[in-house]
């Protein structure tokens, strides 16, 4: 793969017959699967075609090469969640509701893309490597929104006074299991009033957390 920055395409300007609706949609979501599972240097445009339903003429009329379907795959639609988590933590709401926000933003824009979650997890230990350096680096802006909203919270007393940073990563921690290992009669409703509560109330009972040592649980 080139060494250079990585930089998401923009989509390309079709000609001859319009582009079918949905196509590069269904596209990306099978090319996703097949990364996940495979090398880069494995992938085959051909294999990314037959699983998406399309013919490779089709395929390189979207995307001219396999780079630039990969670095699709990886970024198309992260600028849309930047813009949602932005709107959430902007929103007159109580810190609380803007951390329920936060979650349903995240849940609901990865219901249907639990493979990306893999796929990312497997490039988040390849420091050298030009493209994750570009995820890292919109990864950290996401954060950053999320952050501002944790700290919000804490400075209204409805979460503990701990790194708001470290916060943050707990709460991304909780929604990548919960979209990684969540089952198919969970449903997103669901889901987010699990993840907000278990992020504010914490999992354990009252009698739990006396048992914790140091007395830990008391320091609310």
Known sequence: MPTTAAVPPSPPAHRGRPPIAGLRENVLRAAEKIFTDHDYHEVLMEDVARGS????????????????????????????????LEAAVEQPATPVRKIELV?????????????????????????????????????????RIIQRAVQEAIAAGYVRRIDPRIATEMLLGMLRGANRYRSTHDSLDAMVAAVTEVFLCGAGTPAGRRLVPNGHAEKR
């Open 53 to 84: 339903g399309v013919g490779k003429g089709t395929l390189y009329r979207y995307f001219p090469s396999k780079r630039d379907l990969y670095l699709a795959v990886m970024f198309e639609g992260i600028e849309q969640l930047h813009a949602e």
């Open 103 to 143: 979650v349903r933003c995240i849940l609901a824009h990865f219901w249907d893309r639990r493979f990306f979650f893999a796929l990312i997890h497997r490039n988040e230990h390849k420091p050298d490597d030009p493209d994750n350096q570009e995820w890292v680096r919109r990864r950290a802006q996401l954060s």
